[in-house]
């Protein structure tokens, strides 16, 4: 019978010396709940921001998308305009090059005009005409015609009607 009571006594002391006081755990209790509360808020804001990151991935995508478009129909306008002069390229009347978004044609002065002169002369039209006829379908797309001359000074005579070669230059890209 003694052993009865020795199991009895040690189960309520290892009972009393588990518990904690009810002060204690309340507190244990609270800090559980704000730390559930903070967790939930922490998540909250971190669906919100995988949301965010998710639609700014998704324009990001549309967007590269849309240049990657666009790229290729200047990349298809580019191989038009070439393929339709590529007689005048391949004589050296005309160079095309691309860079980036620009399609860029020059054509060599003395086709277009003499020394010193702002009048397209009859073969520089019909390149021109070429020209023309190639840009003719190519839409949604300034073009812009910018004149060129030497830094060679101007005859007296010239300078009557083009004080400078910026005024020559003017000259001849509005008459192309």
Known sequence: MV?????VCSGTILTLLGCVSTKTYQKSQAETA???TEK???????DRQIEGLTAEKAALVQSEADKEAELAKLKGTYDQVV????????SGQIQ?????DKLTLNMVEKILFNSG?????DS?????DSIAAALKNVQDKDIRVEGYTDNVALSP????????????STARATNV
């Open 124 to 128: 520089g039209k019909k390149v021109l």
């Open 117 to 121: 002169q702002a009048e397209v002369k």
């Open 3 to 7: 052993r009865k009571t020795w199991i």
């Open 157 to 168: 005579k010239l300078q009557d009607r083009f004080p400078t070669n910026w005024e020559l």
């Open 40 to 46: 939930q808020a922490g998540k909250q804001t971190l």
């Open 34 to 36: 704000t730390c559930l």
């Open 83 to 90: 393929g339709d002069l590529k007689n005048e390229i391949s």
């Open 96 to 100: 095309a090059t691309q860079l980036k």
